[in-house]
């Protein structure tokens, strides 16, 4: 067998990592300046920037994504004295680094079908450890994936101990996102308290009207010229928390229920499916009941 000699360390010491930096602080002169410092410090260079300034609450965000050739803590270590001096919550995150996502579903399958094909064919950087469902109805497609699925049923005198397994569940896969793909079942207020900033629904954008089953054909009744679908970040307030994207549709009178449900759809994937991209390529900042969305 034919060996190869050892890179030299130079070499290895100089190769280069790409990272991302969010962070958010009270908005006020010098931010950007001092963030540039320690990325110097890191012997950093950046490759993409943005930033806002909330008018609203005064708060500063921004995104940062750059290349270093020192280690994960080392390049914190740079900038641990930049996010103390400005009362920085930010994080570090390797760049590209795939988050362990749980998909919940119930019945339908078409935002799961959607995230799976994403993440198979390499667009979506998640990585999917388990799907759950409180129904088995969606077994075969997650066998077809290779995906471990688990059949948690759910009922008012077992909705404790459902939640109760879902959260061992979650420890034990070291999940990082939870995704309610269709999950047609209200979490409970502290597990969406515990989830915070790290769930993500996908639903119909009628509400508050037509709420409950066959909102599409309640909307054809009333002869909607606009649908569409809301995704946004799980809260104790039901279909309320923070939007991180939606997406319309224009229809006529010449769109039947059926056809209106099937675009619906359709557009509740692909709404799903930017969110989770977003929030796993660490783009979506949280901004009291709003959201940053550097995209």
């Known amino acids: ?35 540039s410092g320690g990325l110097v410090a890191a012997r950093g260079n950046i490759t993409e920037s943005q930033q806002y300034g909330s008018p609203e609450t005064g708060t500063f965000f921004m995104r940062v994504d750059f290349t270093a050739p020192g280690s994960h803590a080392e390049v914190r270590d740079a900038l641990a004295p930049v996010a103390e001096a400005f009362g920085m919550d930010w994080q570090l995150h390797p760049a590209g680094a795939p988050v362990r996502t749980l998909i919940m ?52 005198d077992t909705k404790d101990d459902a939640e109760q397994q879902l959260r061992i569940l979650m420890q034990d896969l070291d999940i990082d996102l939870v995704v309610l793909a269709r999950y047609m079942q209200i979490l409970s207020n502290q597990l969406c308290r515990d989830l915070s900033g790290r769930a993500i629904n996908i639903h119909h954008s009628f509400l508050p009207s037509f709420k409950g089953a066959r909102p599409y054909h309640q909307a054809h009744a009333r002869g909607v010229k606009l649908i569409g679908a809301t995704a946004h970040y799980v809260t104790s307030d039901l279909d309320e928390g923070p939007i991180i994207e939606q997406e319309v549709i224009r229809v006529d009178h010449s769109r039947s229920a059926a056809q209106l449900a099937a675009l619906g759809s359709d557009v509740e994937g692909r709404t799903l499916s930017k969110a989770v991209q977003w929030h796993a390529e660490h783009r979506v900042l949280l901004d009291g009941k709003r959201t940053i969305v550097f995209n």
């Open 1 to 35: 067998m034919t060996e190869f000699p050892a890179a030299p360390a130079a070499a290895v010491s100089n190769a280069a990592s790409a990272f991302t930096l969010t962070l958010s602080c009270p908005d006020q002169p010098g931010i950007v300046h001092a963030v």
């Open 105 to 156: 579903v119930s019945k339908s399958g078409h935002c799961l079908n959607d995230l799976l094909f994403r993440q198979r064919a390499g667009t979506l950087p998640i990585e999917i450890p388990a799907i759950v469902s409180n129904h088995q109805d969606l077994a075969g497609l997650a066998a077809f994936y290779g995906i471990p699925f688990h059949h948690i049923p759910v009922t008012p």
